[in-house]
């Protein structure tokens, strides 16, 4: 079992839907890391967080720590938004990455 | 400008030969990381690195070693290339306090 644990893996929403996808993790965490990666390959940082909720554009990114969760919300979702999203956690210099998962948003 | 770049953005190469990619940034930002990206898109951390310590994953073989001239700059030197060695490198850049990272576009490595 990954230390980290993304769902879901593929996720097909149309234009407009809102999206949550999550991320389980079940080791000690500094904090928690969305990254975005498009088909061309480039990775664009999210959302780093340690507690809370943290919101930005259309993008919300939730964690709660007791749970060892986060979620990654978006609102009005758009075409543009497909890509892989990346859930990774850091702690004392080390980090692991979920497995990603596919977001495929149709007009 | 490109906050954090690497050259060479592609790269094919023979087994056995001994390849460097290099990584730069002009954030100012004190710690920069190496990530290996393989075929299923599986994001590792190779390597992190301040410029008070090196952090290596266990993982990484020895054939693979960070190079740092100064604080903007960390290389990834390979020796003796091998088939599996063929993947995407991210380079990435963040500041001390960890709020945000910065990644460069990738280095495509074949090896054959």
């Known amino acids: 079992k990954n230390e980290v644990e993304q769902s879901p ?17 079940s080791v000690g965490i500094s904090a928690l890391h969305w990254l975005q990666q498009h088909p061309g390959g480039g990775i664009v940082s999210l959302f780093m967080l340690s507690s809370g909720k943290k919101k930005h554009g259309r993008l919300i990114a939730t964690i709660n720590i007791q749970e060892k969760h986060s979620s990654l919300h978006i609102t009005a979702s758009h075409p543009r938004d497909s890509a892989v999203y990346i859930c990774a956690v850091y702690n004392a210099g080390k980090s692991t990455f979920g497995d990603g998962t596919t977001l495929t948003v149709k007009p | 400008d490109t906050a954090v770049s690497q050259t060479p953005k592609y790269l094919v190469t023979q087994m056995g030969n001994d390849k460097s990619i290099k990584c730069e940034q002009n954030l100012g930002h004190d710690t920069m990381y190496w990530y290996k990206q393989d075929s299923k898109k599986f994001l590792k951390i190779m390597f992190s690195y301040n410029n008070k310590e090196l952090i290596i994953n266990e993982t990484v073989p020895n054939r693979f070693s960070p190079k740092s ?22 380079c990435a850049s963040s500041p001390l306090d960890g709020n945000t990272i910065y990644f460069g576009e990738g280095s495509w490595l074949t090896v054959v």
Do not use: M, R, W
Not at chain 1, 9 to 25: H, K
């Open chain 1, 9 to 25: 893996q593929n996720l097909t929403a149309q234009e407009g839907e809102f999206i949550t996808i999550n991320c389980s993790y």
């Open chain 2, 69 to 90: 001239p100064d604080k903007a700059h960390l290389n990834l030197h390979i020796n003796s290339l091998e088939l599996g060695d063929s993947a995407v490198y991210f």
